[in-house]
């Protein structure tokens, strides 16, 4: 079966910080990989996501996240990180011709002024 | 255009009642996923629909729970006879690429309450 870990229940660091959020996976092949994030009271929001190819995939917001398939990895950075970031992150897989997404605990993050 | 919208925002009902949530998805997203969300357990998988094919019900957590689809468009999760664990947010999300889940885009959620 697969899984999802992000090992950090909870970041908190300085507005223009810079930022990694890990994420680990177990799954048989290959991975679709996805990150997103959830604002209080909101939904969730696509940030990126990896499908093939180039493993450093650039998203929204100024985040990148980096596709290691010999750590089993997708971490999500951010250079410097603004005070509007604060909210949950949400690391998720799928596989080729499957549509449910396993979805990791979270991490929230909070930024310190 | 507009996004998943879902209804209503938040509802609190009395342990043993029905419940309906709905969930409008993005117009032409032939794919609609229900998820949950509650404290401890993250998100989790409840049903999957697919246009006109038999949704995939193996998230649902057990036969109180109810799911349908109505011209391939809005859907509607039933709860029968609820119970104070059912308390979570439900999300619905919709996608167009079947393949790997796509991107799938979540309305903002329901947030059901069982006193």
């Known amino acids: 079966a697969q899984s999802v870990t992000q090992p950090d229940i909870h970041i908190t660091v300085s507005e223009g910080a810079s930022l990694e959020l890990r994420c680990n996976y177990s799954?048989?092949?290959?991975?679709?990989l996805f990150w997103y994030v959830q604002s209080p009271g909101q939904g969730l929001q696509l940030l990126l996501k990896?499908?093939?190819?180039?493993?450093l995939v650039q998203g929204i917001k100024g985040f990148e996240a980096e596709f290691k398939r010999s750590q089993s990895s997708f971490n999500l950075r951010k250079p410097s990180v603004h005070w509007s970031d604060a909210a949950e992150y949400f690391c998720?897989?799928?596989?080729?011709?499957?549509?449910?997404?396993?979805f990791g605990k979270g991490t929230k993050l909070s930024v310190i002024p | 255009g507009a996004g998943v919208s879902q209804s209503p925002s938040n509802k609190v009902t009395e342990k043993g009642k029905d419940v309906e949530l709905r969930c409008d998805p993005i117009s032409g997203h032939t794919a609609l996923y229900w998820y949950r969300q509650s404290l401890g357990q993250g998100l989790e998988f409840l049903i999957y629909f697919q246009g006109n094919s038999a949704p995939d019900k193996s998230g649902l957590p057990s036969d109180r729970f109810s799911a349908e689809r109505t011209g391939g468009s809005v859907s509607t999760l039933t709860i029968q006879r609820t119970q104070q664990e059912d308390s979570a947010v439900y999300l619905c999300a919709s996608s167009f690429i079947l393949a790997g889940a796509g991107e799938q885009y979540f309305g903002p959620g329901t947030r059901l309450t069982v006193t």
């Open positions: 990896y499908f093939s190819g180039d493993t």
């Open positions: 799954y048989g092949a290959t991975p679709y």
């Open positions: 998720a897989i799928s596989g080729a011709g499957s549509y449910q997404l396993t």
